[in-house]
């Protein structure tokens, strides 16, 4: 009897609060909105999590707090956010590490990108770039693969974890050269940056948000960007093609997600104000100076989105599988 009457109020209680969705999503928000990124505060993630957020928080009357969650290549925390109640108040940054090359890379993972999320929007693209310690004894991309490869037993490459952007471009980069390196895990790029910076570590791939204040400030080497054209914020640096490795094409991007669920008004609203911030002079000047791609109109909002992690589960899967997994 006992049981019954806890089941049959448990039932009225979820009803109501599903009852309750619309007035929920018209007020929506009423209070502070968590936005989870997946690794180290400083780094790509965190930065573009920061930047939107900014503005993002004015435009929806509501303090976001950033929650650094770490582990696994950032599926802890996508795990987390999966599991978080459907209401607007918790949201991701992921990116195509942990929305699109993980699939390949964890065959446990509790999460299906493509199902268990409601996309909100993309936030930026961040070209890839090849990175050194600023003592190593190359000056182009040619001397530092030859160098690389006739020395692989004591070269150490940094990522962010497996199934990370620096983790599956870096093997992207190996096979491209052929040679297994060892690779060292950090909770995410700003760590491995200081490690890449102190001499610690001698390469990795990372996103150009990252890397434009140390190229700049030059505590490190880059050899070449992973895109067809150069990049505005650092002019100088050539592109994989034209130094040579046409074959390390590799951009990532980094998006908000919502748990699967959240409701289509509270949705809108969210992918309503990432929009106007990435329309902000003032928000695209602290992206843009950081070499990020600000996706425009059509590749913006939860449609668009949901094609991409498709289509880049689709393009990462096969190059992960050949490049061998690489853990
Ligand atoms: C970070 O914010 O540290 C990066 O996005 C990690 C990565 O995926 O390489």
């Known amino acids: 009897m006992r049981n019954w009457f806890r089941l049959g109020s448990t039932l009225v209680a979820g009803a109501l609060a599903i009852a309750s969705f619309p007035a929920l999503a018209q007020n929506y928000p009423t209070r502070a909105i968590t936005l989870m990124v997946p690794f180290a505060a400083g780094g790509p993630t965190d930065t573009i999590a920061r930047i939107v957020s900014d503005h993002m928080a004015r435009t929806l009357g509501q303090t976001i707090v950033i929650e650094n969650m770490l582990g696994a290549g950032g599926t802890t925390a996508s795990t987390r956010a999966m599991r978080a109640s459907p209401d607007g108040y918790t949201i991701i940054m992921g990116h195509m590490g942990t929305h699109a090359a993980s699939v390949a890379l964890y065959p446990n993972l509790a999460y299906k990108p493509d199902v268990d999320f409601e996309p909100i929007g993309l936030a930026a693209g961040t070209p890839i770039l090849i990175l050194a310690r600023k003592d190593f004894p190359a000056d182009d991309?040619?001397?530092f693969s030859a160098y690389v490869k006739a020395n692989v037993a004591k070269m150490n490459q940094a990522h962010a974890g497996v199934g990370s952007v620096s983790h599956v471009t870096g093997l992207l980069l190996d096979s491209l050269l052929e040679v297994k390196p060892t690779l060292?895990?950090?909770q995410g790029t700003a760590p491995a940056?200081?490690?890449l910076i102190a001499g610690q570590v001698d390469f990795m791939t990372d996103q150009i948000v990252n890397a434009v204040p140390q190229i700049q400030g030059k505590t490190?080497?880059?050899?070449?960007?992973?895109?067809?054209?150069?990049?505005p914020a650092l002019p100088d640096v050539p592109t994989s093609e034209e130094a040579g490795l046409p074959g390390f094409q590799a951009s990532a991007w980094n998006a908000l997600f919502a748990p699967k669920n959240t409701?289509?008004?509270?949705?809108?609203?969210?992918?309503?104000a990432l929009s106007q911030a990435l329309d902000d002079a003032a928000t695209?000047?602290?992206l843009l100076d950081l070499g990020s791609d600000i996706p425009d109109g059509n590749r913006r909002g939860p449609a668009a989105l949901a094609n991409l992690v498709k289509s880049e589960m689709a393009k990462w899967t096969p190059i992960i599988k050949g490049a061998g997994s690489g853990k």
């Open 141 to 143: 991309l040619k001397s």
């Open 184 to 186: 060292v895990p950090f």
């Open 263 to 272: 409701p289509k008004p509270v949705i809108d609203r969210l992918s309503a």
């Open 193 to 195: 940056m200081n490690a």
């Open 284 to 286: 695209r000047k602290r």
């Open 220 to 231: 490190i080497k880059v050899y070449a960007i992973g895109t067809p054209q150069r990049n």
